[in-house]
T-cell receptor, first 115, second 113 residues
Framework: GAGVSQSPSNKVTEKGKDVELRCDPISGHTALYWYRQSLGQGLEFLIY????????KSGLPSDRFSAERTGGSVSTLTIQRTQQEDSAVYLC?????????????FGPGTRLTVT | AQSVSQHNHHVILSEAASLELGCNYSYGGTVNLFWYVQYPGQHLQLLLK??????LVKGIKGFEAEFIKSKFSFNLRKPSVQWSDTAEYFC???????????FGAGTRLAVHP
């Protein structure tokens, strides 16, 4: 079946603008994760959604970052008033519920460049 | 807090050489360990995982890893690398409550023909 998809694949924006990044998880996966991959910082966890539970936002670096997940499926990560340090590849992953099925499937990422 | 250390940031090998990439973890709960691989221009994908049982885990493409509890290690090995193994390799452990993965800094492997 289809894997995790993300759009856009690349986004160039000016400092101070808002951006929205989209993630379509694998159908039926209840858990959805956002990570950020940047030079010097490696892979950082941002936010986690599981079913209808309140999301774990503990990884969001500032209040300029927010995310939502509509209908338990598609998720949007929004970055307001972008800064140059926000430049990174934003990765989305999904997994099915349960410890034995903990494998996370990653999307191709959105490369964000803030100029 | 959970953490993962990967000691080798860049590794260069010739084809047919043996590979061992180090991974050490600090984790207080039930130990689950993962190696992910990112080939150039491709998604992160799972290479192998340890949940329980045999501490020697076999993964895809001839990779294996050994969980050594006394050393808090989960090193990745392959007896004979190929040019197609050129990629970045990440060791990871679950965060508390399985709500995230905590990744090591990654190791860039370059295999020369």
């Amino acid at each position: 079946g289809a894997g995790v998809s993300q759009s856009p694949s690349n986004k160039v924006t000016e400092k101070g603008k808002d951006v929205e990044l989209r993630c379509d998880p694998i159908s039926g996966h209840t858990a959805l994760y956002w990570y950020r991959q940047s030079l010097g910082q490696g892979l950082e966890f941002l936010i986690y959604f599981q079913g209808n539970s309140a999301p774990d936002k503990s990884g969001l670096p500032s209040d300029r970052f927010s995310a939502e997940r509509t209908g338990g499926s598609v998720s949007t990560l929004t970055i307001q008033r972008t800064q140059q340090e926000d430049s990174a590849v934003y990765l989305c992953a999904s997994s099915s519920q349960g410890q034995s099925s903990y494998e996370q499937y990653f999307g191709p990422g959105t490369r964000l460049t803030v100029t | 807090a959970q953490s993962v250390s990967q000691h080798n940031h860049h590794v260069i090998l010739s084809e047919a050489a043996s590979l061992e990439l180090g991974c050490n973890y600090s984790y207080g709960g039930t130990v689950n360990l993962f190696w992910y691989v990112q080939y150039p221009g491709q998604h992160l994908q799972l290479l192998l995982k340890y949940f329980s049982g045999d501490p020697l885990v076999k993964g895809i493409k001839g990779f294996e890893a050994e969980f050594i509890k006394s050393k808090f290690s989960f090193n990745l090995r392959k007896p004979s690398v190929q040019w197609s193994d050129t990629a970045e390799y990440f060791c990871a452990v679950p965060g508390g409550g399985y709500n995230k993965l905590i990744f090591g800094a990654g190791t860039r492997l370059a295999v020369h023909p």
